[in-house]
């Protein structure tokens, strides 16, 4: 995984959540684009959570990026009857 593909998604207007899928199996959601920071010189990124609580990832252990919209809380509007 190369951080071009992270700045992508970083860069979307407009921005759309996505999951960072790493090597160990485990999943960071990044909820929205100030909540993940790269690191010079580019080798680690930060991702906070809501509640505060931080990961530090190795870019060279995601395995993959998968963009989810409903992760920043919104959903599709139901008709009314």
């Not at 959540?17 to 090597?23: E, M, S």
């Not at 690191?39 to 530090?56: F, K, N, Q, W, Y």
């Not at 993959?64 to 920043?72: G, I, Q, S, T």
Request: proline share 9%; no cysteine.
């Amino acid at each position: 995984m190369t951080t071009e593909r992270i700045k992508e998604l970083y860069d979307a207007q407009p921005f759309k959540p996505f999951i960072i899928h790493r090597a160990d199996g485990r999943d960071v959601p990044v909820h929205h684009r100030e909540f993940i920071m790269t690191v010079p010189p580019g080798r680690t990124i930060v991702v906070a959570e809501p509640d505060g609580s931080l990961h530090i990832l190795d870019v060279f252990m995601i395995t993959d990026l998968e963009v989810r919209p409903e992760l920043n809380g919104s959903r599709a509007k139901r008709k009314r009857r």
